[in-house]
C-alpha cells in the first residue's frame, strides 16, 4: 500500500520510456493511461515530502451504491433505506453510515463511475486497471503502475513498494513480475519469510541459484529469469529488515484494534 523504493527496488529495466511505449500501443485509452502516469511523475517531487501513500480498499460483493451513497429517495429505483445528512453540504447519505456521516467532509463521491460488464471478474479487472479486458493484452493494475511509477520517492524504504493485505490483487501485467503485489497476511504474517537453515548454508544455496539464473540471463531467455533474480534480492534484504514490524497488527494498541474491529478486514486496515 506504500508507493516507493526501496534500496534493491528500482532494479527494473524497463524505463519510463520503454513504458509509455508499450502504452502508445495499446488502442484508443492509451493516451489517458499515459496522463495518468505523467501525472505520478510531475507530482512526485511533492509526494515525496507529503510521505503520501495510495490506499485501495477493495471490498468486492459489497453492498450496492443506492444502499450506501446514491439512495434515490421517493424514485422507483431508490433503495429501502433513508438518507441522513453528513457534515458535507449537499451530500446525504444511508442512515446505517452516520459515522461516515461525519467525516463525510474529509470524503469525495466520485458519481461518472460506470462500466458495462456485467460478468464481475471482468468488471473488477476493468476497475482495476481502466481498461476493458482485452485478450492480446494484460494490464497492470493500479497498484502496479504507481509503484512502477513513483518507485524513487522514498529511497529508505525497504519493504516492497506494492503491499495487498489479505489476498492477492490484479497481476502486474506487461510491466512484469517484479512489480507485483506483496502479499501480507491481515495478521501481519509473510509465507516463507523465515530462513529455516544456517546463514552459511543459505549463503551457498543462493550462490547456487546465483550461478543458475546468470546462465537463464546470458542465454537471453526474456525477462522471468531477471525478475526472478530481482524477487530473490528483495526476499533476502526483507529477511533482515525492521521494516518488517509495520505490517505486525499485535503491536498496536487493544484500543486502536477494536477501532478497526477484529476481523480479517479489520486488521488488513
Known sequence: ?????????ACSESSRRHFLSHLGGLAALSTSFASFANSLLANAEDLKKRQKSAILLWMGGGPSTMD??????????GGPFKQISTSADGIA?????????????????VRSMSTREADHQRGRYYMHTGFV????????????????????????LEIPPFISVGGSSVAPGFLGTAWAPFVVSPQ???????????????????????????????EKRGQLPKDHREIIGKSVQLMTS?????????????????RYGETNFGRGC
Open 1 to 9: 500500500m506504500n508507493g516507493s523504493k526501496c534500496r534493491g527496488l
Open 68 to 77: 450506501i451513497w446514491d439512495l434515490k429517495p421517493g424514485q422507483a429505483t
Open 93 to 109: 447519505i444511508s442512515e446505517h453510515m452516520p459515522m461516515t456521516a461525519r467525516q463525510m467532509h474529509h470524503l469525495s463521491i
Open 133 to 156: 479486458p482485452n485478450p492480446n493484452v494484460e494490464h497492470p493494475g493500479y497498484g502496479s503502475v504507481i509503484a512502477h511509477e513513483l518507485a524513487g520517492t522514498i529511497e529508505s
Open 188 to 218: 501481519g504474517s509473510v509465507k516463507n519469510l523465515e530462513s529455516l537453515v544456517s546463514d552459511e548454508r543459505l549463503a551457498n544455496r543462493l550462490q547456487m541459484l546465483g550461478a543458475i539464473e546468470n546462465r537463464f540471463i546470458r
Open 242 to 258: 525492521s521494516q518488517l514490524a509495520a505490517f505486525n497488527v499485535s503491536e498496536e494498541p487493544a484500543s486502536v484494534r477494536e
